[in-house]
């Protein structure tokens, strides 16, 4: 089946660079990175090849502002919308007005949230806004926006989604439960006795009487290492579990944050700046390798010979947050996961992959990965976050036995 004309203005009409400027502005506010420098490219990719053919127009513009295949159908349904019929988007819009944040109803076509964000008529200045109709509506069985927010798929969400859900995350916690030390420190009820503490004491006393010092282990919370997956793959959740991980760094102590793609970075410097903006300012500034591939299995092996006796001592958490999907295929994967799971006293593996029911662990970094981990927790939306403090808070207390890195 054919698909429909592409009504495109010809190139001596004047409005073609206005139109793909537009169409770019349509890009960029749906979350795809294109900016002043594509639109040009565009503009010299058109010259050369001409809009006389649906196909050639299409193709032309989807090398120039497609840069990864995950952003491929983003951009098909803004083209279909955007060119094909002036006063389709209009139509297309009258859908959304009803729903509560440009979400979708089941029974109405499925497009992309971020793309309906983006083509939403914005106030123009000058202009009086039309006097909204009265809708009434039965809140019987409706449920808050705050908990469709929470089971809302970050992939899934509008800008304005986003910021509040990036609001929302800046408040949640995670409760690790503390485990014992051999540190010993002063207490009443303490079930061993203090010698030299209770010598001081029966020189103070006249030794006449003397009291009892007693000390027992202390209790404190263990150590929290992340190793956050940045690769192209998992960028709209890592910016998201940046937020997320700016707040734990900032509520407790000895958090430390590593990030990979090709390379691994140290950025718990920069977490522990108060505002979240320069905080992630500063991981923009020192991460190179932002939205490119992924090697877990390099990645981890660097972890194991630079980082894992600093960070990974006194029964220290770690979560491994990766879709797994390497690049290497796998190499070297399994005997560095060996080694990082003895060093920690529990490896959380959290994958967004398992939002989907359907999911099987076929490719091959998923399974060398499983046998070393002691939760596999999904990680798409606020929910599954919530889900994971409670995972940690049913951690069993005391102190783990020791393991030595292979």
């Known amino acids: ?27 960029r506010a749906a979350g795809l990175p294109v900016g002043p420098g594509k ?14 053919r649906r196909d050639d127009f299409y193709w032309t513009l989807a090398a120039v502002f497609v840069d990864r295949r995950e952003q491929f159908e983003l951009f098909d349904q803004a083209f279909h919308i955007f060119w094909r019929d002036p006063k389709l988007l209009e139509r297309v819009m009258s859908l959304f007005l009803p729903q509560v ?23 123009r200045p000058g202009e009086s806004p039309e006097a909204p109709q009265e809708i009434e509506l039965d809140a019987t069985f409706t449920v808050s926006d705050r908990e469709v927010l929470q089971r809302a798929d970050f992939e899934s969400m509008t800008s304005e989604e986003l910021a509040q859900a990036k609001k929302l995350i800046a408040n949640l916690r995670l409760p690790i439960p503390e485990v014992r030390t051999r540190r010993l420190v002063p207490d009443a009820r303490g079930r061993r006795v203090d010698l030299r503490a209770t010598l001081r004491a029966s020189l103070r006393a006249g030794a006449d009487i003397i009291p009892l010092r007693r000390r027992s282990q202390e209790s404190r919370h263990p150590p929290l290492v992340v190793l956050c997956d940045i690769s192209g793959s998992m960028s709209r959740y890592s910016r998201m579990f940046l937020h997320f991980l700016h707040a734990i760094t900032n ?26 903006d ?39 958490v770690l979560l491994l947050i990766t879709d797994g999907l390497d690049r290497d295929l796998g190499k070297d994967l399994g005997p560095e996961m060996e080694r990082l799971h ?21 490719p091959l970094g998923v399974r060398v990965m499983l046998p070393h981990v002691d939760a596999f927790l999904p990680a798409h939306n606020i929910d599954s976050l919530i889900a994971l403090g409670r995972a940690l808070s049913a951690l069993p207390g005391g102190a783990a036995p020791a393991r030595r890195a292979a």
């Not at 944040?101 to 106030?123: F, I, K, T, W, Y």
């Not at 430390?256 to 977490?271: E, P, Y």
């Not at 923009?284 to 939205?291: F, I, M, R």
């Not at 994958?351 to 999911?359: A, D, V």
């Open 342 to 362: 003895k060093s920690c006293r529990r490896l959380i593996w959290l994958n967004p992959l398992l939002r989907y029911e359907g999911f099987e662990p076929r």
């Open 251 to 276: 509520d407790r102590d000895r958090v430390h944050t590593f990030v990979f793609g090709t390379r691994l970075t140290n950025i718990t410097r920069h977490l522990r700046h108060r505002d979240v």
């Open 101 to 123: 944040q440009g979400r979708v109803a089941e029974d109405q076509p499925e497009m992309s949230n971020r793309l309906a964000d983006a083509l939403l008529p914005r106030d």
């Open 39 to 52: 639109v040009l490219d565009a503009l010299a990719a058109l010259e050369i090849a001409g809009v006389d």
């Open 278 to 316: 320069v905080a992630l300012a500063g991981v923009s500034a020192a991460v190179a390798d932002w939205s490119g591939g992924t090697r877990i299995g390099a990645s981890i092996k660097e972890f194991n010979l630079r980082w894992s006796r600093r960070v990974l001592g006194q029964n220290a």
């Open 1 to 27: 089946m054919e698909a429909p004309q592409v009504h495109v203005p010809a190139a001596g009409s004047g409005k073609l660079a206005e139109n793909v400027m537009h169409f770019a502005r349509v890009l």
